[in-house]
C-alpha cells in the first residue's frame, strides 16, 4: 500500500511540472516557418532529424527494460 501511494504521489508530480515543457514549440515552429519561406530546408531537415532522435531515446530505453526484464523472467 505504501508503495502504490509513493508512485501515485510520483505520477501527479511529474504530471504537474511538465506544463513549462509546452515552451519551446513555438519557437521551432517560427524557425521552421522562417526558414521555408527563404527556401534554407536544410535547417528545417536537420530540426527534423533532431526531434526524430529525441523521439528515439525514449523508445529504445523502454525497449532495452523490457528486454532485461524478459530475460530474468525467463531466467527463472
Known amino acids: 500500500m505504501k508503495k502504490t501511494v509513493s508512485i ?3 505520477s501527479f ?3 504537474l511540472s511538465v506544463e513549462s515543457a509546452y515552451s519551446q514549440c513555438s ?3 517560427r524557425v521552421v ?3 521555408q519561406e527563404s527556401n534554407a530546408y536544410r535547417t528545417g531537415k536537420s530540426l527534423n532529424s533532431g526531434i526524430l532522435y529525441l523521439m528515439a531515446v525514449p523508445y529504445l530505453l523502454g525497449a ?3 528486454a532485461i526484464w524478459w ?3 525467463n531466467k527463472q
Do not use: D, H, P, Q
Open 8 to 10: 501515485l504521489a510520483l
Open 13 to 15: 508530480f511529474l504530471i
Open 27 to 29: 519557437m521551432c515552429r
Open 33 to 35: 516557418e522562417t526558414n
Open 64 to 66: 532495452i527494460g523490457v
Open 71 to 73: 530475460k530474468s523472467k
